[in-house]
């Protein structure tokens, strides 16, 4: 399977989903004004991605800002991971990366936690 | 528009009311891309300055996908809302508000989703939040839902709007809230 890449811009975050080491990040900012369409290739890929048994996946989240439109399809994301580990078909580890400080992206994180059934490492960073 | 039309009275209302940024026109990814910037320059609180920013990014996409005013985006390639993003300030608070033309149809509930979410505290908010955030019925609508919830649990103060109703198909919206200048201050 081929990987996944999305540069960033303004708006847009870095999507870089790596196929064969299971490695898939989204990092920036994100307000599309059009969620849904801009996320709709990304959620094919991992759809694609997630069909295969047995892999070893590590998500990463390294999000300065994102808009509430973009944490709906956060949410979609760990859905899709929760599915895949209960039916069986592999691992996955997920990791919320904040700014050290940055109170209102830990508090995001700590959110996802409580409303998902995934777990979710919340890891601090020092730029 | 006349050649010979003064400013005077834009910027005579910007400093009566302390305004820091006003913008009135189609609200393009570009220009909130430009305000967030122009905010963290000006900002030495960087989580102050975050939070003016997602409340932008809020208001301005209410307008972006309800104001029924529209004008034609290139880069789009459709039809998106014109209105007005303004920033002003008192000596504790920023003021972030939006201006823009509304279906009068919606006044009523518009007003009682404003209401609503004004009288749920902390915890009503959260999982207010997590509900609609859930709602499979809204998660395809253009954003609409969490906004507003989000802007209160961000600046920790009410939503204040404004409706210019003169009983034709048209009203007027306007939406503010504030936020401390000093909330969110650095913490471990």
Redesign the interface.
């Known amino acids: 399977m081929e990987d996944f890449y999305h540069p960033p811009d303004?708006?847009i975050p870095e999507i870089r989903f790596n196929a064969s080491t299971g490695e898939l990040s989204i990092s920036g900012e994100s307000?599309?004004?059009?969620?849904?369409e801009f996320y709709q290739p990304v959620f094919q890929w991992l759809r694609d991605f997630l069909a295969i048994p047995n892999q070893k996946i590590t998500m990463s989240f390294r999000m300065t800002?994102f808009?509430?439109?973009t944490?709906?399809r956060f949410?979609e994301v760990f859905d899709m991971l929760e599915e895949y580990e209960k039916n069986n078909k592999g691992c996955v580890t997920i990791n919320w990366y904040y700014k050290?400080?940055?109170?209102?992206m830990k508090e995001s994180g700590e959110?996802y936690i409580?409303?998902t059934n995934v777990e979710i490492n919340l890891i601090p960073y020092v730029v | 528009m006349e050649e010979k039309f003064s400013n005077y009275g834009f910027y005579a209302g910007f400093r009566e009311n302390k305004l820091s940024l006003a913008f009135q026109g189609m609200i393009s990814q570009d220009l909130l891309s430009l305000i967030g910037l122009s905010l963290r320059r000006k900002n030495d609180n960087e989580m102050v300055a975050k939070r003016l920013f997602g409340l932008v990014i809020e208001l301005a996409q209410n307008i972006y996908h309800y104001s029924t005013e529209k004008a034609y985006s290139e880069k789009d390639k459709k039809e998106v809302g014109v209105g007005i993003i303004a920033i002003g300030e008192t000596d504790e608070h920023y003021i972030v508000c939006s201006g823009n033309r509304m279906d009068s149809r919606k006044i009523i509930p518009i007003t009682e989703r404003c209401d609503y979410i004004n009288n749920l505290d902390d915890d009503g908010l959260r999982l207010y939040y997590k509900e609609q955030r859930r709602n499979p019925s809204i998660a395809d609508s253009k954003g609409a839902g969490l906004g507003l919830i989000d802007m209160v649990r961000r600046s920790g103060n009410k939503l204040t709007y404004v409706i210019n109703d003169s009983g034709e198909q048209f009203a007027f919206l306007t939406l503010a809230v504030r936020i401390n200048k000093n909330f969110g201050t650095l913490e471990n």
């Open positions: 303004h708006f307000f599309h004004e059009y969620s849904v800002y808009n509430t439109n944490s709906r949410l050290a400080h940055d109170i209102d959110e409580a409303d």
